[in-house]
């Protein structure tokens, strides 16, 4: 529930919605839309009846929320959100591409597909530091070593970077080098990092799960926008289905589906959702034309030596294939590459 | 197993090569690839070596088959079939739009709707005489009298019809009116129906069943080929997982993973993917990006009264809007629609 | 919606309640309960209000249906229902086993297999001649000569004999020699089918396809019962999920939801839900312990010389260890094998 | 690969042998079994050859794995594993009943519902003071409060506790009350946390990820072994399908599966599995028939004011009942309650 605030109400009108609100067992929310004055109801407010707000000085109109989620609704905000990294825009009406190596392995393989990369247009660099491996005995990502070499690949290109956090703990150390924090698909659902992220004010790119549907996307979502934390991109990779031929089937359809429902920017990992290098391109011209905001697209120097994700890794010659093909979809969407 | 018949070899040494096919149990399947005589081995070769077959006059080259099917695959044929239905093709440069409501329910709605999705560009009509309905309560369609509709629609406006049957008894039947056989999602492994329309010779459409994997789909097109009848568009049409809100997830990433392993053309349908009217022009032109042959799309003149399917069937009018936006995502992928 | 119709109402009044209906566009569907005459009401109920049949003489009571199916629910029948095959109750307090090779293979193969699984206790023998197959090439049943030695198997062992039907004018042929008809899971929704089945009068062991919802199982069960033929057994046989170490899942909890929500009976088939010989005894314990009114389980001689599903086929010597495992299970229920 | 050292072989022999593994870039884990010394390789092995080890003094035989996990599988230890946890076993002949609420709400819903449950046969209390949930507006759990809260009820009735810890700076804390760890679904594959739950050496109840492979359960288990802790229970809880009758599908087959492949224990959930407090006695019937070494079950004095999990919890009185439906199945797998 969202209560509209009278324009000219004074600062006792309002405090006085908020503590009744409070003595109601609800959290508030306080936001400025166009110079008006929002107080978003957050708790359990499902048996809560408009009528204990209405009339109280101060109250210019109380909107029921259609959508269960709160912050990340349509409800809550019209307009579509763009999230800035280290001044890239996600959502806006060029199309962000992050691309870069799965996994940090080195300063030569990093700084090689980083300069390769955004010469053919990639405007963010992706590469893991800490990598979640569904072995224990699988290599498991350099640490801060990679992070330091990421910086350095920064430094050098200009181009913003993105990479994982795992543990919240984590949190403020992958906060001091990178522009912003992926939470990955299998920590879609990690509450406390969530939290963690929400807390860091930093702008997070937050995946699917593979098993999530897309309320449970938008409810994480809603975890990190809780805690004051609104810069958050979606992003949706693929999910598990009983089809063995693509690594996960990516759902398409997600796309239009997320944006109808929230103003965050929504973009596709065609790596994951298909696991096949074979693939990514043709389902990176399909994300394009389903409106999506961005692409984040795995590019490895030598795929066959990769520690990790070679299968679906790109070469830098057919990452810049692929990114003519885009460009060529993007006027059809009313868009740029 | 695929055996090479040497330019030039008698007909006694090819009969030789085929009855030694059938003393082992084998069926055989002769065919003409640019001049050359193919006979393809079909049964339980899965312990077969090519050395029987080594050495015998007229033998030219014994190609072992990587995929499991055989007729429907690349190392079969490999540039991409066009079916041509009622003299459109589908397949070519072309992308074959088909249109129409779920089902046929009187003249007036199958006229009204078979002319603007014409006018829109739509080259094929679809309209359903016998429905496949959850619930024995349901209107099951008009039957024959739907199918008389159908050729008096296809009479007035030109455009071939694709309707669906539903057991091997109609097959007459239906392809007496019809230009295309359709085979539901929920019959793609009704195998008396597959080999009643591998006899029939009509085009046939086969749509992908809501958890059938790709060799699955594949193999029921083998089916429909084993009889003879190489007119076959194979259509995907959403499958079905966990997530709620779509009817089905649409498994974009099918369509380049089918044309890797098949020459069949194939389609999307975008109606019954989504099934959400909002969702489907734009998941249309994921389909175009994608690559696809082809689209069919639900339209309805009153899609509130539909007796069928009402929530995903476009008005003419949004059908008419889809067809812009598709035609210009087209020219990125070198085709036209 | 089902209407009580008063006791010592005369015909006249029981015809005018159901001239009313026919006059609404619904089917009737009249049963005695008890000495009571009922009328359901069928077809598209859902907008219709119980007040047009109130007041009429000879109604007694108005009966809102809660489930979307009818004949097969607990709202129309309370008590649980027996279906008799041949002599062997299915249903009772006594759990039926049905046990046979999965193809009919030769007269040798059938006789022994029978043989043996009436000795260890099983009721019904099962076996396929006609055979369902994802590929045109394997070993599809001997056809009718199969069914011929079913029926010499039944002469000699006294069993009565389960056995598919894959297309709708197979039903007589299979009816004359079968006890059972077998409507497979890849044709759960082969309405065509399932309307053939409800004509013919044979019970009928429904399988759920494994892509089927409980409430699509059972309105394809409401399908056979609405052409008068209420002798349906439903089969819980494992459902399609991402999980590749067995080769379905088997949703054993399906079988309470079942029987809470139909008078039908609910057998299991662990031969299909495991794929694996090595896991049948164990599930099968799981499949009596949980209320399942019977099993269905492949036994094959010699499994690794089967045609097909060889590899979860039972050799007669572990099905007779698993028969003896189930029997300590039984008591636990109140039920006996 | 798992090498054997002879018996009677020096330290210097060993340590030539763990040398030699260190500098081909692999970890080593050293057991004992039986008197006899194992040496587990671990790390990526899948190109290692066994003549690198062989003819070492000291080596007397060279295992290979056949399964991708190590320290999990039956290959490392052939005997199944019995877990102790306050001085409860689980794992060996009598099947140990873990039951209580889903959240600690208060002392007197607590020490209530603890009394019940030990008074129906339950062995160790379950109450969960941290919380995953879905939206960040749903209860989380009391946190400290709640974990003095269960230490207390163990106090009073002498029952072990096990509770959810949700991020890895949590272990330290849930420790120092709890008996046992619990891992979530949604943190099944939080690696963080399997690597700090590893390094604690507190026994875990590892529950499966609703949409988790087998396979990748038992590499979670395998993270924490790998530091040395080996107590470790499994736990079938449902997984994610397209059925909404239930909330999970409860994969039985699970056990069996897992029991082939581990020696560790392995329970179900019945609860979550099914989300329906109807459906839980039938499904533990099935549970324990099945072979499961214990089940953990949600009772709640009064369920309808559950802070959550209200529909799927049991009442004292229902979960009473259960136990004698259970206690009647245990002897026929040769076990007791």
């Not at 491996?133 to 920064?154: D, I, Q, V």
């Not at 406390?192 to 449970?216: I, N, W």
Request: one cysteine or more; glycine letters at 10%; aromatic letters at 4%.
């Amino acid at each position: 529930m969202i209560i509209k605030i009278k324009p000219g109400a004074s600062q006792g009108d309002i405090d006085y919605v908020i503590g009744r609100a409070h003595s109601l067992g609800l959290d508030t929310h306080i936001s400025q839309d166009d110079g008006q004055t929002l107080i978003s109801l957050l708790g359990d407010i499902q048996t809560l009846t408009p009528t204990v707000f209405r009339g109280l000085r101060g109250v210019a109109q109380i909107l029921p929320l259609r959508s269960p989620f709160r912050l990340v609704s349509r409800d809550f905000q019209a307009e579509r959100s763009v999230v800035v990294v280290g001044g890239v825009p996600i959502g806006g009406e060029q199309i962000a591409v992050i691309a870069g190596p799965c996994a940090v392995e080195s300063q030569q393989q990093l700084l090689t597909t980083a300069r390769t990369v955004k010469e053919a247009g990639a405007r963010i660099l992706r590469g893991g530091a800490f990598k979640p491996r569904t072995s224990p005995y699988s290599f498991r990502g350099m640490g801060e070593e990679g992070l330091k070499l990421l910086a350095a690949a920064r430094e050098e290109t200009g181009l913003p970077i993105v990479t994982e956090v795992m543990a919240p703990e984590h949190v403020p150390l992958v906060s001091r080098y990178a522009d912003m924090l992926q939470i990955g698909a299998r920590n879609m659902q990690n509450f406390e990092l969530l939290d963690a992220a929400g807390k860091s004010q930093k702008p997070v790119l937050l995946k699917r799960g593979m098993m999530a549907t897309l309320e449970e996307l938008l409810f994480s979502a809603e975890y990190i926008l809780s805690h004051g934390n609104h810069h958050v991109v979606l992003c949706e990779r693929g999910i598990r289905t009983f089809e063995p031929y693509s690594r996960n089937t990516l759902d398409i359809t997600a796309v239009p589906i997320l944006q109808g429902l929230t103003h965050l920017p929504v973009i596709v990992d065609p790596s994951h959702a298909t696991g096949k290098a074979d693939l990514v391109a043709a389902v990176s011209r399909a994300a394009v034309a389903v409106g999506a905001d961005g692409l984040i697209i795995e590019v490895h120097p030598e795929p066959e030596r990769a520690l990790s994700d070679g299968p679906q890794s790109l070469t830098p010659q057919r990452f810049a294939a692929l990114m003519v093909e885009a460009r060529r979809v993007a006027p059809a969407v009313g868009r740029t590459i």
